[in-house]
């Protein structure tokens, strides 16, 4: 009877602004909502912090953040993968 549950917490995918903080990083999430009056394709954007323990993930990267318990006053959510790594400029 032991069967692996799927995880309820939620995922996010989205672009490090930031990584000056330490073991913090400052993500970037995009989504598309359709503007009710006008019917028009909108850009929503929100930064949420998430907790980076070894400070892995730089700027321009492209990660997942799942949500935890809050880790301090403003960071409730964990980098869990790379998705895309930053181009070299």
Partial sequence: MTE???SLKRTLIGKVVSDKRAKTVTVLI????????YD?????SSKYHAHDESD??????VI?????RP???TKS???TRLVQKAAAV
């Fill in 4 to 6: 692996a549950k799927p």
């Fill in 30 to 37: 995009e989504r598309r909502v359709k503007h009710p009056i």
């Fill in 40 to 44: 028009k394709i909108v850009v929503r």
């Fill in 56 to 61: 892995q993930y730089k700027l321009g990267d």
């Fill in 64 to 68: 997942e953040i799942t949500q935890s």
């Fill in 71 to 73: 880790l301090s006053k």
């Fill in 77 to 79: 959510w964990v980098a």
